[in-house]
């Protein structure tokens, strides 16, 4: 039989003990509200890659790196390619220097450039020796590796 004197306490801890639980409940349900709500505002999303002003490259020949055909990577406004991981697009070819070649958004266009790689930068299966416009379909070659250069 409980101590009459400890009564009060017991029923105090349980008071809490359902506050928290209730608060507990209540937090869950915030959380899950807002989510769904963010989801709603999202829309419908889109299958393809996000939209870019800068362009796309898209892998048409990985050369002997571990990309596949049709990967796409999104530019940024300079976007650099190499081996090294500090490079925006990684390519983990062995004939692609640590930095290896560059895309730049200047006066409305994106242009490449070789930036002193050892076996070259090819646009088009011509040698890069000075920046070259690229325009749509245009086929940039990075060691053993080709990408094709599309418009957002």
């Not at 359902?18 to 299958?47: N, S, T």
């Not at 002193?116 to 379909?137: D, I």
């Amino acid at each position: 039989m409980p101590n009459i004197e400890s009564l009060p306490f017991d029923i105090f801890i349980l008071g809490l003990r359902i506050a928290f639980i209730a608060l507990l409940y209540l937090f869950l349900f915030q959380v899950v509200r807002v989510i769904v709500r963010d989801l709603k505002e999202a829309g419908p999303v889109d299958a393809g890659q996000p939209k870019s002003k800068y362009g796309k490259l898209v892998v048409v020949d990985p050369g002997r790196s571990r990309l596949t055909p049709g990967m796409t990577y999104t530019l940024q406004a300079v976007t650099s390619l190499g081996r090294k991981p500090t490079n925006t697009i990684t390519l983990d070819d062995d004939f692609v220097s640590t930095e290896h070649s560059l895309i730049s958004w200047r006066d409305g266009r994106a242009w490449l450039e070789d930036v002193a790689s050892t076996n070259g930068t090819y646009f088009n299966e011509t040698e890069v020796n000075r920046p070259v416009a690229l325009s749509e379909g245009d086929i940039v070659g990075v060691g053993g590796v080709r990408l094709k250069w599309t418009e957002g």
